[in-house]
């Protein structure tokens, strides 16, 4: 069932998506002080883009790293949640994307503040 919904993910803006966060992470790792957040945004995307059958894990945040969420957020960050939000909720529309649009107001808290999580997949 994973690689189903991952396939439909997919095809129905997950691809999109993720393109959009590692766009946003390349223009984050031209400053050096951006470093961290591009490379977070990288797992980011790469979280988004097959995110059935992967777990997030809360991560201790230090003062750096939510000094790098508050820029996150004023540089961009919030119309990417935005987005997310605006897709989920248009996915809502039909059953068959109910799943899918709550896939994607997880994801939109994720995004919110991305230093902060760690993306894993569960051993089986």
């Known amino acids: 069932m994973k690689t189903l919904g991952n396939i439909l993910w997919f095809l129905l803006g ?4 993720a393109i959009v ?3 946003e992470g390349l223009i984050f790792c031209i400053t050096i002080i951006g470093i961290p957040l591009g490379i977070q945004l990288f797992k980011l995307s790469g ?3 097959w995110p059935f ?3 997030v894990e809360d991560v201790s945040c230090n003062g750096f790293k939510v000094f790098l969420n508050v820029l996150w957020l004023v540089f961009g960050g919030i119309f990417t949640v935005a987005a997310f939000y605006v897709i989920g909720a248009i996915l809502h ?3 068959i994307g109910i799943p899918f649009g709550k896939q994607f107001f ?4 994720f995004c919110f503040m991305p230093l902060g999580h760690t993306f894993v997949k569960p051993q089986a």
């Open 14 to 17: 997950g691809f999109i998506m």
């Open 21 to 23: 966060l590692f766009i």
């Open 47 to 49: 979280f988004v883009l």
């Open 53 to 55: 059958g992967k777990t």
């Open 93 to 95: 529309i039909t059953i």
């Open 106 to 109: 997880k994801i939109g808290k």
